[in-house]
Each structure stands twice: as C-alpha cells, then as structure tokens.
C-alpha cells in the first residue's frame, strides 16, 4: 500500500508516517520548497520516506505527485494551522486551507479516482458551540478565519465524496497534543516555559485566557483513527475526542505539579494574547468513532501533560549541558 500524505513535517503527519509505516506501508511525504527545511520531526523517519516536493497552492505540482506516486491513500493535513496567524494571515489562511484541499481532491478526481482521501477538519469549526458536546450532526459557527477555511475544505470534502463518488473522509478532530507539538501552541509553550522556569532558564509564563476549555487528547492516538477511516466499507465523517474538557488553567496547574512548583508565582495574563473572537468550550462526542471505528484513546490529560513536560525537561536539559 502506498500513502501520500501533506503535512508530514507537522505533529500529525510525523506520528501518521510512523504508524503507517509500522503497518508495512510505502510512506511518500509532500513537502513545500522552502530556502530552510524543518524535518525535525521526522528525522528518525527519513531513510525510510520518499519527500516529493509540491505546494497546495499549486494546481499543476499536486497533479504531479499523483502522476508519480499513484498513491492507495492520501491523507490531506497541512494547513496554515494556528489559529492566531488566521487573523493576520486571512488571505493566505483561505488559500491552504480552504481552497487547498479543493485542489488536491481535483488533483486526486483527474489522477487516482479510486484512492482513498482523508481530510483534516477541526473541533474549530464549531466555534461559537451550538450544543455541548458536539457531535457530527452539531451546526459549524467558526470563530476565526482558521476555523472558517476549515469548514470550507470540510463540506468541499462531501461535496467531492457526493458529487464524484470518491472516497472522501474527513476527520473532526478536537485537540490534540504531544511533544512534537509546535512551541506556539498553548499546550506545547506551558510544557517548554514550566521546562524553563524549573531549570532556570526563565522567571515567568505570559499566557492568555486561562478559562478557555478543550478536549485534548494525544495526536498519537489521533492518527489511528484518521487511518482507521480510511479502512471501512463506506466513507463517512467522523468526531475524534476523549469528550473530556480541560481549561488552559487545569494544563497550567498539572503541569507546574509535574516539577512541583506553584504555578501562581510564576504564571502572568497578558491580555495582548486574547483572541479576538474567543472559543470558550470545545467538548466532542465520539461515541460514533467508538462504535463504529472500535476507537478509543489510550492517553489521559494527565499523562498526556506529565509526557509533554517531561520531554521538555530533557531536551532543554540536553541543551544546558552541552
């Protein structure tokens, strides 16, 4: 079996190639021609992955790949994906990963029709949350440009899926964490600043709101169900959660246990950091992922907090003895 998949730099696409190519897979990864290449998360991985350069930006580059890889299955997860950058970067937000995806599924319909395509859609798109917890049936009301493209490159997803019958999945995935987390995520900067304030290398922690809720869960355990889709009879979409929900403070104070200090001494609200349009509570109901999937998570929020700090220790503890 060969997989294509965007995003093999990112959190999740490091954790998928690893788990596909545990399964015996032929893992090709697209990456974007860049004057400085970040393969620090797949490093480990790269004598055992062929990288094709491509952008989704690109029409021809896309059809390109296909052409050369005949991939059985791709699975589309980059994005401009931080959601603070989607306010200043609206523009190009739009462009990957919104109109991105409507690319590469074209891309896909013209080369490889019979292949099967999983999209990244995001808890995100709930937004401004209609019901809680959400589900696949809950109406979108995004609350950021992010969240917006998101949803776009979601029901673009099911209108190729109807339209074309392709194979088209996408996964709503709620937040989901690990050391491989980039360091301008909330949950990876609270892991790399409690790292350095216990080994003193810095003297406080500027966080935004604290009272913000997430279900978050480990990206290792995420990737399973986005392959896992791709293995049933019928496409379908689907809610990956743990339909637990933590606050930003709930991280911030098991973290700081971890190294056992009070966080209070050392944590500061800074209001620059505040969204413009806050999402408040973001709670998925995976129940349909469960019964039909056979998924579930193996990591709790409180290994899952104990990993990310612990690893950041160690890496900064590696740097500091050097």
Known sequence: MKALITGITGQDGSYLAEFLLEKGYEVFGMVRRASTENFERIAHLTDRLTLK??????QLSLTKVMEEVRPDEIYNLAAMSFVPTSWTQPMLTGEFTAIGVTRILEAMRQVCPQARFYQASSSEMFGKVREVPQNELTPFYPRSPYGAAKAYGHYITVNYRESYNLFAVSGILFNHESPRRGREFVTRKISDGVARIKLGLAGELRLGNLDAQ????FAGDYVRAMWLMLQQPQPDDYVIATGIAHSVRDFVER???????PWQRYVVQDPQLIRPAEVEHLLGDSSKARRVLGWQPSVDFAALVDMMVDADLKRLSDLVTK
Do not use: T, Y
């Open 53 to 58: 350069q491509a952008d989704l930006l690109d």
């Open 214 to 217: 997430r279900d978050w869960g």
């Open 255 to 261: 973290a700081f246990e971890r190294v056992k200090l």
